[in-house]
Every structure is written in C-alpha cells, then in structure tokens.
DNA sequence: GCTCCGATGTTGTCGGCGCTCACATTGTCT
DNA sequence: AGACAATGTGAGCGCCGACAACATCGGAGC
C-alpha cells in the first residue's frame, strides 16, 4: 500500500488545496510551486501539467475562495428574517469570513496578481456569482425601490465593508484611533454605513 | 564629465525614486533590487548600503506615497467652502489620487508586504498623519458632533472610499453591473455614501 | 598635507524560484 | 497487442534576494 505511485492520482485539487493553505497561512506572496510539489512528494515540474503558469493556479484558489463565499451568502441570505435582516446577516458573515482568512481575501480581492493579468476566466464566474447574490439581497431588502438605485448602492455597499476589511487587515486601525469603541462597535458602524438608509422617496 | 563616480552621490533618493515608478507602472511585485540597481549604473549589491532589504524599500516607498497623500489632503482640505465642502474635496481628490496610481496605492494599503512585517517605522508616522488630516476634516464638516461618533465615522469614510478605490482598481465592476450609471454617477454616489448624513441629535 | 577610518560601492557566491525541454511511465481506447 | 494521450521526472536556464570579502572614496583630526 501506499507504495509511491508514478502518477498522484488527483494532483490538481491537491495543489490547489495546498495553495489555498498556503494562501491563508502566509499570503499569496508566499506560495512557490517547488514547496508545494515538494510537500505533495511530486516532482518540481509536476504541477506545470496542471496549471499554465503560478498566475493560474493562483487563480483556481481564488475561484475557490469564492465558492466559499458564495456558500457564506447563500446560508445567510436564505434564513428567516425580512430583507433587511437577511442582507444585515449576509454582510456580517462576510466581514466574518474577510476576517479570519486575510490571505485568501487578499487574494481575492487585492493582490497584486490580479493587476498582473486579464482577470482569470477560471474565477470571473464565482465572482460574478457572489457580486449577484448580493445584489439581489440589497434588492430584497429595499423592495420596489428604483433599480438603478440599487445598483449605486451595492456598489457602495461592497465598497464600505471591503474596505474595512481591507484596512483592518493591514492593522490599519490602531487603538488610539477608535478608542473607546469596540470591534463590536465597529462591526455596528460599517453595516450601519453600508445598509444605509432606503432611497427618498420621489411622489 | 559624466566620469564613472565610484559614488553616486544620493543612491538612496535614487533608488527610492525609481522604485516609485516601478511600483506605479507594474506594481510591488515587480520591483527588483537588480533591475533597480542596473538602471541607476551601479551594482547589484549597492542597494543593501541603503536599505536592509526589498521590503525596507518598499517601505520606504509607501512613507513617501503617505507624504504625496498628505499634500493632496492639506491642498483639498485648506481651500474655500465649508467643512462638509472641504471634507468632501479632500476624499474626491484621495479617489483621483488613488485611481491614477493604482500600483503606489496597492502598496499603500493592499499590499502583501504589509502583512509580511509589523508595519515600517518610516511609514507609520505619515500614514498616521494623512488618517489624521482626514480625521480632522470629518470633525470640522460636523462641528459639535459627538467626538466618538467622529471616530466611527472616519472609519466608516475611509472604509467607503479606499473599498471603492480597491474594487475599481482590480475590475470588479463591470460594465453590467453598473449600468446606465457614468463613472460620475458612481463617484457620487461613494461620496453621498462615505459623508452621509449628520448625526441624529438625541436632545 | 597626511593619515586614518567610516561610508559607500564592487565582485563573487549561495540558495531559491518560475519555467521549459527531452524523456519516462501509466492508463485507456481500439 | 499496439498506439496514444495524460501525467510525472530530471536536468538546466535565467532571474532574484541576500551575504561576505574586498576596493575605493571623502572627510575628521593631526
């Protein structure tokens, strides 16, 4: 058993596991493809068989990261509660999920390799996907309100808690900035900044 | 003229420079000592008389980016108009900043080598003077507000913008996703969304 | 003016990396 | 059985960051 097999079997999902691991652990910046064909017993050269180029099989971990967010809102937006509350609990779950995985998120939504190329194909569909998901949660939770409005304010909306996610992933805040609030309070501020208020009624 | 000085005479400014413009036009990855060294006509190890290391530069870099964001701030925040007038040309001015120089901000604020180290001493100090700028300019557009309602404000403000500026710079918002919405029209709606209302007086 | 020494720059070298090429092995389809 | 595509191997290229030993420069003190 376990004898070293020629051929690995599922090499491709175990790199991308392993990069996604890495990804978490210590940045994007930091996943080689020798460590990982080392780590996986395969040869150096392995991996090329897989995926063009580092680019790319950084680009299957982010697609990765966004099924998983879409399995975040898709949870939290399927609950009870009236629109409102579900997009409220769709936006604290991913300021969640942002938070503990900071590697993963940089790569999603800040790295460098995303500057470097086209976007992926591999993860414009998850991504996409997530961006609709949400939309519809702001649309369910202003219900009848002006489209195009909505549309600004998703925007504006994803903007407000990726940004703090962003800043308070790089230790941006520091204490005497925020001081006396709380990460909870915190927490309160930016969905009360992100949901805002329903669009002024025109009639 | 022009002889071969065995010293450059201001390598650190140099290098700091010329970094600057790789960040800008590639971004932080693609920053090399070599590269760097090579195009200033000295040797490779040259650099590590001036700086520890890649990222000692880097950091370097970013504090002089800071110092670039604090004369934009003090020019945006210094002229005509009232607070809240003022207040909102510094951030359209911080989203002008941030959009032309999509890589120098990636450093700033996205970057991975912001998570390598505990943040560089060099570029705390401006950093925290340009959150200061803003901080103060959020206070003055609210006079009389509850100072730590100001707090969470600021941060909720420099969470909308910077999330914006973050999304925009990496082609997260597709054509049909913000349709009919112009540039202009989204510009306004982060800045309605990042200033917002005043606080809700509780007497 | 001379000497000495710290600052600055150079060459040589090491290990790690992404990537490619020619070759080896395996599983599968006919 | 034979052929072929998929997958894995080993060697090697060029680039990179970093370090060490050595070379040169320029100013401080005599």
């Known amino acids: 058993m376990d004898k070293p097999a020629y051929h690995h079997g599922d090499l491709k999902s175990a790199l991308i596991t392993a990069a996604m691991a890495a990804v978490e652990q210590a ?3 930091a996943v080689s493809l020798r460590d990982l064909a080392q780590s996986l017993g395969v040869s150096r050269a392995a991996p090329y068989r897989h995926f063009a180029d580092r680019d790319a099989l950084l680009a299957a971990v982010a697609a990765k990261g966004f099924e998983e967010l879409i399995a975040v809102y898709e949870n939290a ?5 009236d629109g409102r509350e579900r997009l409220r609990r ?3 779950d991913y300021l969640e999920f942002a938070r503990r995985r900071p590697g993963l998120h940089a790569l999603m939504f800040e790295s460098d390799f995303l500057r470097r190329n086209p976007p992926p194909r591999v993860m414009i569909g998850p991504a996409d996907r997530a961006y609709a998901l949400l939309w519809e ?3 369910g939770a202003f ?3 002006d489209p195009v409005w ?3 304010r998703t925007v504006t909306m994803l903007s407000t808690v990726i940004g703090y996610r962003v800043l308070d992933n790089v230790g941006r805040f520091k204490p005497h900035m925020v001081e006396p609030l709380t990460p909870a309070d915190l927490l309160d501020a930016v969905l009360e900044a992100a949901i805002g208020e329903a669009p002024a009624r025109s009639d």
């Open 137 to 139: 949660a702001v649309e």
């Open 150 to 152: 909505v549309r600004a």
């Open 27 to 29: 940045g994007p910046d």
């Open 143 to 145: 219900p009848g309100a």
């Open 90 to 92: 769709g936006l604290v």
């Open 77 to 81: 937006l399927s609950g009870p509660g």
